[in-house]
């Protein structure tokens, strides 16, 4: 940055400065469309891990269809079948 705040920046540090603020404009509009994109998957009932519940960190508390069923079968796997 300039050393002094009264001096007119350059060329240069004006372009860097527009090049920093469209690179932080794309990578905050990257996160807010990937986080749209996991709210409209949760929404619509749809996993995110695709269909992979053993390891995931939200199994407990999953309310998908799969998650269910996955909880089912290991509830029974672990009672002995029955």
């Given at each position: 940055?300039?050393?002094?705040?009264?001096?007119?920046?350059?060329?240069?540090?004006?372009?860097?400065?527009?090049?920093?603020?469209a690179?932080?404009?794309?990578?905050?509009?990257?996160?807010?469309?990937?986080?749209?994109?996991?709210?409209?998957?949760?929404?619509?009932?749809?996993?995110?891990?695709?269909?992979?519940?053993?390891?995931?960190?939200?199994?407990?508390?999953?309310e998908?269809?799969?998650?269910?069923?996955?909880?089912?079968?290991?509830?029974?796997?672990?009672?002995?079948?029955?």
């Amino acid at each position: 940055m300039s050393e002094s705040p009264r001096e007119n920046p350059s060329r240069r540090e004006l372009f860097a400065g527009a090049l920093r603020y469209a690179a932080l404009g794309l990578v905050a509009t990257g996160g807010a469309a990937l986080f749209a994109k996991r709210r409209r998957l949760l929404r619509d009932g749809i996993c995110i891990k695709d269909r992979l519940c053993d390891g995931c960190a939200i199994f407990p508390q999953c309310e998908l269809p799969q998650a269910l069923s996955a909880r089912k079968i290991q509830s029974g796997a672990n009672s002995g079948g029955r």
